[in-house]
């Protein structure tokens, strides 16, 4: 079946505007996660959703980054004043049931974000 | 979630297994080790887990050692498409392990 789909692959903008990044994730899926990879870096935490609600946010660096999941499904990773250090490549990815014993992630292909 | 060790490269020739170690000497009784890797310009792939027991499926075998303080993941004929970054990563299940903590991995280039 489908897997994770990221919008959009690649995203250039400038210093101080806003971006919006689009997640799909796998159909029944209710977990959905965010990560973050900086060149050469393994991926980093974000923020995860359980449905429609944020359940850990603790990897969001600041409150110029946030996160909504508002039907359950398609999430959107929402960036404000944005800064040359925010560029990275933004990971989206979905499992079953977070916590649960088949709780396997599974990784969209991205999207690349540079801040100029 | 425990911490990791793994080397960060390793050369392995096409068509040989691939041997990548993984140490987690504090890893707990609750806690599951997991692998993953990650082909240039694309997101992390799910390749296998386990708890204490050894693991098989299609892609490859994970051995643990029966302390659990280490394992190897090992891909049994590597082609050139196995190269990639490997994650070896630990974590407990519940609201713990919702977090998948990556470290540095281990960049495996396979060579013809």
């Known amino acids: 079946g489908a897997g994770v789909s990221q919008t959009p692959s690649n995203k250039v903008t400038e210093k101080g505007k806003y971006v919006e990044l689009r997640c799909d994730p796998i159909s029944g899926h209710t977990a959905l996660y965010w990560y973050r990879q900086s060149l050469g870096q393994g991926p980093e935490f974000l923020i995860y959703f359980q449905g429609t609600g944020a359940a850990d946010d603790s990897g969001l660096p600041n409150d110029r980054f946030f996160a909504v999941r508002p039907e359950g499904s398609v999430s959107t990773l929402k960036i404000q004043r944005t800064e040359r250090g925010d560029s990275a490549v933004y990971l989206c990815?979905?499992?079953?049931?977070?916590?649960?014993?088949?709780?396997?992630?599974?990784f969209g292909p991205g999207t690349r974000l540079t801040v100029l | 979630d425990a911490k990791t060790t793994q080397p960060p490269s390793m050369d392995c020739a096409e068509g040989r297994a691939a041997n990548l170690p993984c140490n987690h000497s504090t890893i707990s009784g609750n806690e599951y080790v997991y692998w993953y890797r990650q082909i240039h310009s694309q997101g992390p792939q799910y390749i296998i887990h386990?708890?204490?027991n050894n693991e098989t499926n299609e892609m490859a075998s994970l051995i643990i050692t029966e302390d659990r303080k280490s394992s190897t993941l090992i891909l049994p004929h590597a082609t050139l498409r196995d190269t990639a970054v490997y994650y070896c990563i630990v974590r407990g299940f519940g609201a713990a392990g919702n977090k998948l903590t990556f470290g540095g991995g281990t960049r495996v280039l396979v060579k013809p």
């Open positions: 386990g708890l204490k």
């Open positions: 990815a979905s499992s079953h049931q977070a916590g649960g014993s088949t709780d396997t992630q599974y």
